[in-house]
T-cell receptor, first 113, second 109 residues
Framework: DTEVTQTPKHLVMGMTNKKSLKCEQH?????MYWYKQKAKKPPELMFV???????INESVPSRFSPECPNSSLLNLHLHALQPEDSALYLC????????????FGQGTRLTVV | QQPVQSPQAVILREGEDAVINCSSS?????VHWYRQKHGEAPVFLMI?????EQKGHDKISASFNEKKQQSSLYLTASQLSYSGTYFC??????????FGTGTRLTVIP
């Protein structure tokens, strides 16, 4: 199984809502990532988890809160988002090294209204 | 932190060749190449780990000039399936990957 599964595929939320994005992989990968991608732009790295510990936070606002409950799951908790946070949120996983490929999920398309 | 790619966009006829360049102002510990089709996830193409390394499979290959902090992706005898946006990625030696600005490739019959 070389899939990274993200749910939901689409999400519309108000600025006062709290929601969560979920990502799951069963490849035994120990590094998991959240990226944000705006239309016609490259994916921007947000967070990296390595062995279930947050190893990198690319100065992401605190309204985005990541969580790694176990080695197969990665969540992104959303609270008090702004319309400019609307984007495609991609999850990826890889072996715990930068020298291997990253497998990406299909993403969650988030719209903040 | 983001590598710069050129060209930004290119249109090819089937069978033509293309070169996509990736240039970084910061050190490149490794270079990754991905292709993303519209509405889909990025898909891994290859990784280059050492300066001077060249890799390829099928008709897509790449080179890595570590000293110049540059990499190039070569697509030969392009096929319709090659259409998409190509991203290089800068590996930093830690567990992170910064994508380049992207090159939109369109192959027409």
């Amino acid at each position: 199984d070389t899939e990274v599964t993200q749910t939901p595929k689409h999400l519309v939320m108000g600025m006062t809502n709290k929601k969560s994005l979920k990502c799951e992989q069963h490849m035994g990968h120990r590094a998991m990532y959240w990226y944000k991608q705006k239309a016609k732009k490259p994916p921007e790295l947000m967070f990296v988890y390595s062995y279930e510990k947050l190893s990198i936070n690319e100065s992401v606002p605190s309204r985005f809160s990541p969580e790694c409950p176990n080695s197969s799951l990665l969540n992104l908790h959303l609270h008090a988002l702004q319309p400019e946070d609307s984007a495609l949120y991609l999850c990826a996983s890889s072996d715990d090294t930068t020298n291997t490929e990253a497998f990406f999920g299909q993403g969650t398309r988030l719209t903040v209204v | 932190q983001q590598p710069v790619q050129s060209p930004q966009a290119v249109i090819l006829r089937e069978g033509e060749d293309a070169v996509i360049n990736c240039s970084s102002s910061k050190a490149l510990y490794s270079v990754h190449w991905y292709r993303q089709k519209h509405g889909e996830a990025p898909v891994f193409l290859m990784i280059l780990l050492k300066g001077g390394e060249q890799k390829g499979h099928d008709k897509i290959s790449a080179s890595f000039n570590e000293k110049k902090q540059q990499s190039s992706l070569y697509l030969t005898a392009s096929q319709l399936s090659y259409s998409g946006t190509y991203f290089c990625g800068r590996g930093t030696g830690a567990n992170n990957l910064f994508f380049g600005t992207g090159t939109r490739l369109t192959v027409i019959p």
